[in-house]
């Protein structure tokens, strides 16, 4: 089992930054590629970017590109993703999750293993 936890959520107004954290824990041994989603209210959740477990390879929503960055420290078992120029649109709850696989990340939730609660982003215009 790996448990992960998010932090780093918050309120922004429009143009600002955060960087969410994912702390993961317990089986951490194996290679993960980790992914970040996210759910608007009314909204499906979203694959947002996902990197795989040496961190060589990134992939990004296209509307994210440019503005978002994930990126890993193994030795820390922690993935991020530094936000910037945030818009309203960003607002959702943002999940990390780690996929057991040593090929790249998938882009849909339904190939990941594990999941943190979330953390709540919020931008205001």
């Not at 932090?7 to 954290?21: F, I, K």
């Not at 499906?44 to 970017?49: D, L, N, W, Y």
């Amino acid at each position: 089992q790996v448990q992960l936890v998010e932090s780093g959520g918050g309120l922004v107004q429009a143009g600002g930054s955060l960087r969410l954290s994912c702390a993961a824990s317990g089986r951490t041994g194996s290679s993960y590629a980790m992914g970040w989603f996210r759910r608007a209210p009314g909204k499906e959740r979203e694959f947002v970017a996902g990197i795989n477990w040496t961190g060589g390879n990134t992939y990004y929503l296209d509307s994210v590109k440019g503005r978002f960055t994930i990126s890993r420290d193994n030795f820390k078992n922690t993935v991020y993703l530094q936000m910037n120029s945030l818009k309203p649109e960003d607002t959702a709850v943002y999940s990390c999750a780690a996929e057991r696989t040593t090929r790249d990340p998938g882009n849909v939730a339904a190939s990941y293993d594990y999941w943190g609660q979330g953390t709540q982003v919020t931008v205001s215009s």
